[in-house]
């Protein structure tokens, strides 16, 4: 199974400014096959991203997926208050399909 | 509108079984796979199973293999996750989302808590 660990747990951030998350997965992504979801409080998970970098219908392009191989990147440009939420990347290259744990992207 | 939406949740003692559905509208419901994703209260995302466009192929996580079964009605649009001999680590939201790999539509959710 590959684990795929996010950081930072949570991030702290004002309107405004640009965010960088990070993927990192215990063994190579095949087929760069990762995917991230924003997720607010009580609410379904939401794709953002798909094939490390295609953005989903809808994906504002201040959304940006990144990486390769074993490390991955979401960087959110010009942060806006609905963008303050919970982001998970998922791996889909082998099964079980798996999720990070989370980033918490809170408002400063 | 395209949309699923959950059902079936509810209390139940550790043992016991329980069916969840979901409902689809708005899409064309037999030509994608759908999967069953699940997130225990306060915790991430735990994919949980998936299956085929004509129900011939089912995939599932190994802590629930044996125990779920997923199936589906493609002339009634639905899904469903038929869950047995269920443990408190079963206790999550269950969602129903449309695709095999990555999930493009979620369905809201619906509770499942197992306790004795």
């Known amino acids: 199974e590959i684990v795929l660990t996010q950081s930072p747990g949570t991030l702290s951030l004002s309107p405004g400014e640009g965010a960088t998350l990070s993927c990192r997965a215990s063994?190579?992504?095949?087929?760069?096959?990762l995917a991230w979801y924003q997720q607010k409080p009580g609410q379904a998970p939401k794709l953002l991203i798909y094939?490390?970098?295609s953005r989903a219908t809808g994906t504002p392009d201040r959304f940006r997926g990144s990486g390769s191989g074993t490390d991955f990147t979401l960087t959110i440009n010009r942060l806006g208050p609905d963008d303050f939420a919970v982001y998970y990347c998922?791996?889909?290259?082998?099964?079980?399909?798996?999720f990070g744990q989370g980033t918490k992207l809170e408002i400063k | 509108e395209v949309q699923l939406v959950e059902s079936g949740g509810d209390f139940v003692h550790p043992g016991e079984s329980l069916r969840l559905s979901c409902a689809a509208s708005?899409?064309?419901?037999?030509?994608?796979?759908m999967t069953w994703v699940r997130q225990a209260p306060g915790k991430g995302l735990e994919w949980v199973a998936n299956?085929?466009?004509?129900?011939?192929?089912?995939n599932y996580v190994d802590s629930v293999r044996g125990r779920f079964t997923i199936s589906r009605d493609n002339p009634k649009k639905s899904l469903s996750l038929q869950m047995e001999r269920l443990r408190g680590e079963d206790t999550a939201v269950y969602y129903c989302?449309?695709?095999?790999?990555?999930?493009?539509?979620w369905g809201q959710g619906t509770r499942v808590t197992v306790s004795s």
């Open positions: 998922q791996q889909y290259g082998s099964s079980p399909y798996t």
């Open positions: 094939g490390t970098s």
């Open positions: 989302a449309r695709g095999a790999w990555n999930f493009d539509l």
């Open positions: 708005g899409f064309n419901f037999g030509d994608f796979w």
């Open positions: 299956i085929n466009l004509d129900g011939s192929e089912k």
């Open positions: 063994q190579s992504v095949s087929r760069s096959s």
